[in-house]
Nanobody, 129 residues
Framework: QVQLAESGGGLVQAGGSLRLSCAAS????????MGWFRQAPGKEREFVSA????????YHADSVKGRFTISRDNAKNLAYLQMDSLKPEDTAVYYC??????????????????????WGQGTQVTVSS
């Protein structure tokens, strides 16, 4: 089973950009579908973006579509979330998550938190107005 560690969060002005990274331990990263979620104070955790284990399929929540891009580098055991045109409402703790897709034929992404079995500790993103 992989372990996940996010990095790249911080404080940025509205309209700015950040790139979050999710480093996975182990040698089976390419067997895992990955996702990014976020949780703002007083709110439930919400889906942001997802990517299939091979990286050929991605999906973004409507609230970030056109501004955020998810990607992965299986050779480096890394997943990324490029966040552009940031807004104050993007302020949250961002979590990466992994779903073991070893025995799943085909290429899928997953958008529900319950579909993921492994989570990172989170990284804070704060967007000032």
């Amino acid at each position: 089973q992989v372990q996940l560690a996010e990095s790249g969060g911080g404080l940025v002005q509205a309209g700015g950009s950040l790139r979050l990274s999710c480093a996975a331990s182990g040698r089976t990263f390419s067997r895992y579908a990955m996702g990014w979620f976020r949780q703002a104070p007083g709110k439930e955790r919400e889906f942001v973006s997802a990517i299939s284990k091979s990286g050929d399929k991605t999906y973004h929540a409507d609230s970030v579509k056109g501004r955020f891009t998810i990607s992965r580098d299986n050779a480096k055991n890394l997943a990324y979330l490029q966040m552009d045109s940031l807004k104050p409402e993007d302020t949250a703790v961002y979590y990466c998550a992994a779903r073991d897709a070893t025995y799943t034929s085909g290429s899928y992404y997953y958008t529900a938190a319950l579909q993921y079995g492994t989570w990172g500790q989170g990284t804070q993103v704060t967007v000032s107005s």
